[in-house]
């Protein structure tokens, strides 16, 4: 595959003129509906690719979230099909293939937003909810279809889709793909596509697997490559509190109420973790919500919107929702357990500092997470400043592992005997650790400042 590679932020002349969308030649309706959301300047993934897509040249492009990568597709693609009038019977024209529901939600609310004073057609279809919705909305005919893999697949099997028409294809998040296991799915959908077509490839990092993809995708394309792969934006304030485990959401408690903060997006590990920590927020007075893979698509909406709108203060998620949420004015993101892949940390702290805005992330990392961080700071180039001054620094420096317990010899005699070395039945770690929590949560009801 030949590359034409261009980076924009490598480029003396991109300082001296700032461009605007009316200098993308994009059409007037398009122009229209950016400006009445507010949006007079492009960013610099627009800048490069909307130019490149108008010409109807492949795109293989490197952007990390937050830089308003949606709209380097979706209005020079709504441009292209606008002016190319669709058949009485409308077909697929497009298709965008998203690894999440709620990614492939935020790129059909784009469409609907770009997309409001043409003709255009969209529609997002996704497992989780019903089928028979979507199968109607491509009954009465589309012309942009948004789709995660799984529900594609189905459809396609079942002849609800027909993509022989298709004339432009986008793979977005594609390194996300190949972390969730798609790709399987996602080479299954390219044997329905016309060899004849335009296909915008992008990702937020660049792994070998990756580049390999794109290789059976696309055709000469240009690379826009915006920020080195792999790295956080420098409009957001990183930093890290070291903190044992069990005190986590004691500290998180104090850093909500000391600092103010309207709204946090805070990510746990775990569907477990996140539900649990959502009930105790919530217990605390503070509305929370858990949104993960195992919440009902109804659920995981109803959290979004009322986080969106501010009903709910602290939205907990899991790495599902690392990407595809696109929260308008969200300034702080915590860390509340490090990611054990370092790119996950990327993705979770780009949902604040978006398109230029500044952020904030907070990152808590206990004993055992301290090789994420130093992977973590690998990663990104940059050691994150460390807070020390807190009401809950870090006691346990090393990871104690439990000695592996041996199977007792079968003889009622050594069973007996066993049974009095410990009413309990835990070890003495074990029963340290259960009265240090008990401690701490007979010293700890409720922190100051916290509304009833």
């Not at 595959?1 to 700032?18: E, G, H, K, Q």
């Not at 409009?235 to 104090?254: E, G």
């Not at 992977?375 to 050691?383: A, F």
């Amino acid at each position: 595959m030949s590359v034409s590679t261009y980076n924009i932020l490598a480029d003396p002349i991109y300082f001296l003129y700032f461009m605007t969308f009316n200098d993308l030649q994009l059409a007037a309706p398009i122009l229209k509906a950016l400006s009445e959301t507010g949006y007079t300047q492009p960013t610099p993934i627009q800048e490069q690719a909307i130019p490149h897509v108008l010409n109807q040249r492949d795109i293989l492009g490197c952007a990390q979230t937050g830089t308003g990568k949606t709209a380097a597709f979706a209005c020079p693609i709504i441009h292209l099909l606008d002016a190319r009038p669709a058949a009485e019977k409308r077909n697929v024209r497009t298709l965008i293939l998203t690894p999440t529901r709620e990614l492939a939600i935020q790129i059909g609310e784009s469409f609907a937003e770009y997309g409001q004073y043409t003709s255009i057609k969209h529609t997002v279809i996704f497992g989780g909810v019903g089928q028979d919705p979507q199968v109607k909305a491509l009954q009465r005919g589309v012309d942009v279809l948004i789709a995660t893999p799984g529900r594609l697949l189905d459809l396609i099997n079942q002849k609800h889709v027909n993509l022989k028409s298709l004339e432009i294809f986008v793979l977005d998040e594609a390194d996300r793909m190949l972390d969730m296991g798609f790709i399987h799915d996602v080479k299954k959908i390219l044997v329905h596509l016309p060899q004849k077509r335009q296909s915008l490839f992008f990702s937020a990092t660049m792994a070998p697997e990756i580049v390999k993809l794109a290789n059976t995708i696309l055709v000469d394309p240009i690379k826009v490559e915006v920020t080195p792969a792999a790295t956080t934006a420098l409009t957001i304030n990183q930093t890290i509190y070291f903190v044992d485990k069990n005190n986590k959401k004691f500290l998180l408690m104090d850093i909500l109420n000391e600092k103010n903060i309207e709204r946090a997006l805070v990510f746990s590990r775990t569907k477990h973790g996140a539900n649990r920590l959502a009930e105790f927020l919530s217990k605390q007075g503070i509305k929370s919500h858990a949104i993960h893979g195992n919440k009902s698509q109804t659920a995981r909406q109803t959290a979004l919107s009322d986080f969106k709108n501010s009903k709910t203060r602290i939205l907990v998620a899991t790495d599902i929702a690392a990407r595809g949420i696109d929260i308008d004015d969200l300034t702080h993101v915590i860390n509340y357990e490090l990611p054990n892949v370092p790119e996950q940390y990327v993705h979770r702290i780009g949902r604040t500092g978006r398109a230029g805005a500044s952020g904030i992330a907070i990152g808590f990392c206990d004993a055992e997470e301290k090789p994420y961080l130093k992977s973590i700071q690998k990663l990104i180039g940059l050691e994150i400043p460390v807070v020390a001054e807190h009401d809950y620094p870090l006691m346990i420096h090393d990871v104690v592992k439990e000695p592996r317990q041996q199977r007792p010899p079968r003889n009622k005699q050594y069973e007996s005997s066993g049974r009095s070395h410990s009413s309990s039945g835990m070890s003495n770690t074990q029963q340290s650790n259960k009265t240090s929590n008990n401690n701490q949560n007979r010293n700890w009801s409720k922190p100051k400042g916290i509304a009833n």
